[in-house]
């Protein structure tokens, strides 16, 4: 299997079902409201999202292959630590507003619609889309380097999905728990972003050595649990460049041999945005409890 096949497909999968349920959301109240007149604009507005999406990769990648030597893992480095930044704002993002993500679309579209700014349901779709789009094209870079044709066909495939997903969970937005979801993906997105966050430190961390910097013992290997070449030279199942490794070394950062300064970010980021995403849900959990309570207790 190729390398980046699985992890280009999940990480195409969730950014493509986040920005899909908000288009989703938006159409089931045209539809609620009966102004399904102005789904033209909600399907415009994605459609372009997505090609400026594809542009900016198209861009990317005509960038990247103008590059030799150090600059390679400098661009890389950048790359890695740029999605790290937008995923982490998207995530914080996310913990703050999912309870009322429905309610504040809602009243964003009545207030357009109201004005006759019907080009404001297009603005809504085509920002929530080229978000997503624009974490996407950042993630698949950093797996394009590795395999660009594993990378296109996992984001192929995680598209596909994403429509028919699209279409079932037209049927029954009204049902979703939409905070519980973005719990789940909040969770997945850390897994991501700590791997990703490592990845762009060790390409700066060898971006450096090779220029002649000295980095010290932040450079140095934490540990070293890579297993030995098998007789035939081939790589072992959970060596990073094996089978099963090099799947996790894409999707969630693995590496057998990682520098201090990687382990330190890893874990670093673990630490601190998991811990604010825990403490965030289990505040809003219990604010969920105490207000079902005080419905119960009122006449």
Same mark, same amino acid.
């Given at each position: ?9 999940l ?43 594809? &542009?900016?990769? @198209? =861009?990317?990648?005509?960038?990247y !292959?103008? $590059?030799? +030597? #150090? ?27 999912a ?10 579209l ?29 993630? &698949?870079?950093? @797996? =394009?380097?590795?395999?660009?044709? !594993?990378? $296109?066909? +996992? #984001?192929?495939?995680?598209s ?49 050595e090779?220029?002649?910097m ?22 072992? $199942? ?62």
């Open positions: 299997m190729p390398v980046s096949l699985l992890p280009s497909f990480l195409t999968f969730r950014e493509g079902v986040e920005a899909a349920l908000v288009v989703v959301i938006v159409a089931s109240y045209l539809k609620r409201t009966g102004r399904q007149n102005l789904n033209r604009y909600l399907y415009s507005g994605a459609i372009i999202a997505v090609g400026a999406s594809l &542009l900016i990769g @198209l =861009a990317v990648s005509a960038v !292959g103008e $590059l030799t +030597g #150090a600059s390679i893992e400098i661009f890389e480095g950048i790359a890695a630590l740029t999605a790290t930044v937008v995923l982490t704002y998207m995530i914080l993002w996310m913990t703050r507003h309870q009322t993500l429905r309610l504040e679309l809602e009243q964003r009545e207030t357009a619609v109201t004005s006759g700014q019907v080009l404001g349901v297009a603005a809504v779709s085509f920002v929530a889309v080229f978000r997503e789009g624009l974490e996407t094209v950042l993630f &698949l870079t950093t @797996l =394009a380097i590795i395999d660009s044709f !594993g990378t $296109l066909a +996992g #984001a192929v495939a995680a596909l999905l994403v429509a028919i997903a699209g279409a079932f969970v037209m049927r029954g937005v009204h049902r979703l728990d939409i905070n519980r979801f973005f719990q789940f993906t909040s969770t997945v997105s850390i897994l991501f972003a700590a791997g990703l966050a490592g990845y762009g430190v060790h390409e700066l961390i060898e971006a450096g090779s220029l002649g000295e980095v010290g013992i932040l450079a140095r290997p934490a540990f070293d649990i890579n297993p030995p070449l098998n007789v035939d030279g081939t790589y072992p $199942l959970l060596h990073e460049k094996g089978a099963v490794g090099s799947v996790l070394a894409g999707l969630v950062g693995y590496d057998g041999n990682p520098e201090w300064m990687r382990v330190i970010v890893y874990v670093g980021y673990w630490l601190v945005l998991g811990t604010y995403v825990l403490l965030s849900h289990r505040r809003m959990k219990s604010a969920h409890i105490a207000h079902i309570h005080r419905d119960a207790a009122q006449p």
